[in-house]
DNA sequence: TCTGGGGTCCTAGGACCC
DNA sequence: TCTGGGGTCCTAGGACCC
């Protein structure tokens, strides 16, 4: 029996839960003119996080640096970002999805799946999805698209036709007329990379990926690459809706600075500004980490990493910090201008037992304490107070 | 025009062990 | 003394997603 599965896009998600918030506030609809959600526009190297479809309409896309999109559209309508705002939309339009099937697997922020196979009691598939659609737009004001199809990726690839507020089938049978004539590019997990690759080989469209010979594809993508292509150009995924959230694998935290930076002690501060993101976050989700990793990006956009493995997983700040100091001259030789620094951790545990030493550091003690106080006042992230960083220096140079 | 931030998965080579 | 093959872990890099 063939299944139904729906996904649900939010049309220009932040751009659309950024106007409701400002429509309650008594201004415009700003999904009505030219208007994007960046980060700070006085920063030249803030891009664009979502935009309006008037400013769509302009040329103006999402990735794309602001400065560029103001010299295309001098008027354009720059508001920042709410996430606290953002998280908001997101849980209530789940909820109501939810309410459809309880079979329901998040994607991201503002996308999901449903797997409605046994939830339509014999109604028609088009006519559920569209009143799933004008639900979310009447308790909360925002529009979604749904994507109808046999399987996840189908009804992906529907989500994603004419936008925005609309329904779209994508069952097997119409994969010849509706996918097909489709370019590689608008496939899924086909990137620019792929796209070229392809394109080199004259292979331009879903419909031509379709009915290239697996081998042929083998020789260039490999086994698994091609198989991937060749199933999906085809309309075919047997992947299930997976309810159970997954456990996170790893977390980072990158700064990419208004002017490069070349001084070493603005790179450690800047180090110890992503090391205390990192690690504030996995101690309030009650995990450890083994394994440190640290990155950088040159003026040239070039980027190197590095990673190693602690002997023993910690949450604690200052010997991640160290970790990450450690590998820092592997990576750079103290000159060369770096755009971006990161880090990040990996290998992660719940494993709560302390190991006690009778040779313990006498200086955890301290790191955990400053720790403590860190999580506790909620040291704004993005300026952690001198005096807090001065001291953890200090101590941490020790080692 | 000049390119953010946060993730996942895959591959390939080297080290090490049996 | 010189030898095979397989498994696992680790690291670096790349491609993709939102």
């Not at 930076?261 to 009650?286: E, G, M, Q, Y």
Request: charged share 30%; proline share 4%.
């Amino acid at each position: 029996m063939e299944r139904v599965i729906f996904h649900i896009d939010v049309n220009s998600a932040f751009l659309s839960w950024t106007a409701v918030k400002m429509l309650s506030e008594g201004h415009q609809d700003i999904r009505l003119i030219p208007s994007v959600v960046s980060g700070d526009p006085s920063d030249r190297r803030s891009i664009i996080t979502a935009a309006s479809i008037p400013a769509k309409k302009l040329g103006i896309k999402t990735a794309q640096p602001v400065s560029m999109a103001l010299r295309k559209y001098p008027n354009l309508l720059i508001v920042s970002g709410d996430w606290e705002w953002y998280g908001k939309c997101s849980r209530g339009f789940i909820e109501i999805c939810r309410k459809y099937s309880p079979v329901l697997q998040q994607f991201s922020i503002d996308e999901c799946f449903l797997d409605m196979t046994f939830r339509l009691y014999g109604k028609e598939p088009v006519e559920v999805a569209a009143a799933l659609k004008d639900e979310i737009h009447s308790s909360l004001g925002f529009t979604v698209n749904v994507g109808v199809g046999s399987n996840k990726l189908l009804a992906k690839m529907a989500s994603d036709f004419e936008k925005p507020d609309k329904v779209h089938t994508l069952w097997s049978s119409e994969v010849e007329r509706k996918m097909w004539p489709l370019g590689v590019r608008d496939l899924l997990w086909v990137g620019k990379k792929t796209e070229q690759r392809l394109m080199d080989y004259g292979i331009r469209t879903i419909g031509q990926l379709a009915k290239t010979d697996i081998n042929y594809l083998e020789r260039i993508f490999g086994e698994r690459s091609a198989l991937q292509l060749h199933l999906s150009s085809n309309g075919i995924d047997s992947s299930e809706v997976e309810t159970e959230v997954p456990e996170a694998k790893s977390y980072s935290a990158e700064r990419t600075f208004s002017k490069d930076l070349t001084d070493p002690k603005d790179v450690d501060r800047a180090l110890f500004k992503v090391a205390c993101i990192v690690a504030h976050r996995i101690r309030k989700d009650s995990f450890k980490a083994s394994c440190v990793s640290i990155f950088v990006k040159r003026t040239d956009f070039t980027t190197s990493q590095k990673q190693s493995t602690l002997t023993q997983p910690t949450d604690i700040t200052a010997l991640i910090l160290n970790e990450a100091r450690r590998l820092l001259p592997e990576i750079w030789d103290g000159e060369t201008p770096l755009r971006q620094v990161g880090l990040g951790v990996s290998r992660l545990t719940h494993d709560t037992a302390e190991q006690m030493s009778l040779f313990e550091d006498p200086r955890l003690e301290y790191y955990r304490s400053w720790d403590k106080e860190y999580d506790r006042k909620k040291l704004d992230k993005e300026d952690p107070r001198t005096l807090a960083y001065e001291s953890l220096s200090k101590h941490s140079a020790d080692h």
